[in-house]
């Protein structure tokens, strides 16, 4: 099981990486709209700070997975359920908006799934 969970926070920080990357795609994005005259200058700043503050949220609960010792845990749901609640706290203890810790909890979940169903 330890090894499982270790696997677990392997995979969530590729997951949780790859979300960064999928928002900073979303920022150029917007730019190619902004240059486009299809979204204001002031839509573009609002959408651009808002991606920034999420992906400064996930780089912070990414870093905060380097305090977590994986054998500490008994299951994988054990684990999954501890970082929930830390990174929520983390989340909303550092001001960062409500939508890092939406975006991330979509990740526990599939990260979760992936896991579980490879012990079938």
């Known amino acids: 099981m330890k090894e499982k ?17 999928d928002l900073l795609i979303m920022a150029e994005i917007y730019h190619h709209r902004e240059l486009k005259r299809e979204i204001t200058d002031y839509v573009f700043l609002e959408n651009l700070s808002l991606l920034q ?22 299951s994988i749901e054990e684990f999954a359920d501890f970082i929930s609640g830390e990174f929520k706290k983390n989340t909303q203890d550092a001001g960062f908006p409500e939508s890092v810790f939406a975006l991330v909890n979509r990740k526990l979940h599939k990260v979760s799934q992936y896991i579980l169903s490879a012990e079938d």
């Not at 926070?9 to 997951?15: C, N, P, T």
């Open 5 to 21: 969970i270790r696997k677990y926070s392997k995979v969530l920080r590729i997951e949780l990486e790859d979300l960064q990357e």
């Open 53 to 74: 503050s999420e992906i400064a949220g996930i780089d912070n609960i990414i870093e905060s997975l380097d305090d977590i010792n994986p054998d500490d845990f008994a």
